[in-house]
T-cell receptor, first 112, second 113 residues
Framework: DAKTTQPTSMDCAEGRAANLPCNHS???????VYWYRQIHSQGPQYIIH???NNETNEMASLIITEDRKSSTLILPHATLRDTAVYYC?????????????FGKGTLLTVNP | DVKVTQSSRYLVKRTGEKVFLECVQD?????MFWYRQDPGLGLRLIYF???????EKGDIPEGYSVSREKKERFSLILESASTNQTSMYLC????????????FGEGSWLTVV
């Protein structure tokens, strides 16, 4: 699976949009981009994933650049409960796709 | 919503004890996994199962075994617990098709003293 790079930490004001970037310049054509978050002492929570097109669900939006070398997770109206470590992962669709490699992620702190 | 339930959130066991960690999923998923998560080391795959009674070793299977007698249940067994197995253990599940999402349980914090 392709390596991803994310900023170590970010701050966001409560109620504002949080935009979390991720670089995955070596991603291959069949690799999806997945986002998870982990609140301290809990298991990773799935947020969203995509292959080529932008995606939106009730939690977030995922914007993938046309060349697929980077993406942005958008939390449209951040709340204090969104404070967590956010992980961007690229993952293939076959073979050893069970192997999730979580990097260090981005610690998002939402401030009142 | 997908639910992956781990039976114990916090456990304290003694060195040499046999430890069972249980996991149940309610989405009829084919695949189930056990990971451990340690500071600075990220998630590491211990074992996974792609069907009842089937199992495959992950990256760090030594000191662990697993059991999957029913599709919804996947157990991790520490045959003789050691202090270096103190960790957070995460169970996860996914369906069998390509691009499937992996869903995690809440985690089990195991301390071996």
């Amino acid at each position: 699976d392709a390596k991803t790079t994310q900023p170590t930490s970010m701050d966001c004001a409560e109620g504002r949009a949080a935009n979390l970037p991720c670089n995955h310049s070596t991603i291959s054509g069949n690799e999806y981009v997945y986002w998870y978050r982990q609140i301290h002492s809990q298991g990773p929570q799935y947020i969203i994933h995509g292959l080529k097109n932008n995606e939106t669900n009730e939690m977030a939006s995922l914007i993938i650049t046309e060349d697929r070398k980077s993406s942005t997770l958008i939390l449209p109206h951040a709340t204090l409960r969104d404070t967590a470590v956010y992980y961007c992962i690229s993952r293939g669709s076959g073979g050893s796709n069970y192997k999730l490699t979580f990097g260090k992620g981005t610690l998002l702190t939402v401030n009142p | 919503d997908v639910k992956v339930t781990q039976s114990s959130r916090y456990l304290v066991k003694r060195t040499g004890e046999k430890v069972f960690l249980e996991c149940v999923q309610d989405m009829d998923h084919e695949n189930m996994f056990w990971y451990r998560q340690d500071p600075g080391l990220g998630l590491r795959l211990i074992y996974f199962s792609y069907d009842v009674k089937m199992k495959e070793k992950g990256d760090i299977p030594e000191g662990y075994s697993v059991s999957r007698e029913k599709k919804e249940r996947f157990s991790l067994i520490l045959e003789s617990a050691s202090t270096n197995q103190t960790s957070m253990y995460l169970c996860a599940s996914s369906s069998g098709y390509s691009g499937n999402t992996i869903y995690f349980g809440e985690g089990s914090w195991l301390t071996v003293v």
